[in-house]
């Protein structure tokens, strides 16, 4: 494969295709696709002044099935990268499987109208992928996707098997601005506000959003508050890592954005549901993304270093071990290599990486296949040369918290 088509001109594909033109070698034709072809445009300058590569663009309504087959055609693509948002993914996955390509996200589905985000929609694709002989990989961000090989990697070169998984997601960054989310506002407020879950003795275990809190020393960022949440990656290792007894997911925020969010949803600006305003309806959360800052803008003003890994613990032959692996990323070498700051850069990266996986035939077994299923040594190599050097030490017994 030589050709890729990228569908999402946020921050996330403003990384990726950066990174995409650094390796010439694999990625030799690349087009960035979105409903505003200007987005794509400035995008492209940037990759062309950072890396001397010159990339295509095009405009696209990613649900419009008919219009991505007939880009996918017009442009050769190989392998179709869906960096927009997760609404979208049913109708790119239909489209790929349409024009016969392969297809690689870094989110799963979500229905544009309720707040619940969950596989089953796209492992139900399963069967028509394989019988197509194409491979779709779902989740190749950090998280999912990083952490998710972490895990892999972690059960297949130090542990027997995961008995304990805690995932934390500490973004240590200040961009300086009374209340901005790091990602998109929609999924970001959509994800902060929904009902916590975890994984425990076979079963599902609710409470109350941001409810549980725990102060925890992360390197090279230092004690941070972090929240349990319910994240995607919670239900697919549980899935393909059956031996596990416990599987948690952790996010920091300070405490203004925590205030902040409090207060939104209090008055309603957190519903998704339509409310009518001067004679038209809008969704509140969306209107409320028209008005936040945008994160693609934030790269310039945000300072600091995010940390994100896996705490894990499993049997090592006789013994029970617990090893703690993360990465490291700073927000102004991230701003000073790709124009973007490092919560992009830390999805973008891993995106590019998978989609290399892809394109040089490492992963490319006919199916529907989430990160963890599919072999991390590769991949592993590359976060280290591409911008996400990861480190990995040995605990002493598993954190209690």
Known sequence: MEKVLVVGAGGVGAVAVVKMAMHPEIFKEITLASRTVSKCDDIAANVKTRTGVTIKTAALDAMDVAATVALIKETGAELVVNLALPYQDLALMDACLEAGVHYLDTANYEPEDEAKFEY????????????????????????????????????????????????????????????????????????VTATARHWENGDWVETPPMSHKVAFDFPAVGEKNMYLMYHEELESMKTHFPEIERARFWMTFGDAYINHVTVLQNIGMTRIDPVTHNGQEIIPLQFLKAVLPDPSDLGALTKGKTCIGDIITGPAGDSEKTYYIYNICDHEECYAEVGSQAVAYTTGVPAMIGAAMMMKGIWLEPGVWNTEQLDPDAFMDMLNTDGLPWQVVELDGHPEF
Do not use: M
């Open 120 to 191: 089953h929609w796209q492992w139900a694709y399963q069967e028509r992928f394989e019988k197509a002989g194409l491979t779709a990989v779902l989740g190749s961000g950090f998280d999912p996707g990083v952490t998710s090989i972490f895990a892999t990697w972690i059960r297949k070169h130090k542990l027997d098997g995961i008995r304990l998984i805690d995932v934390l997601d500490c973004n240590g960054g200040d961009n300086g601005k009374p209340f901005a989310t790091n990602f998109n506002p929609e999924i970001n407020i959509r994800e």
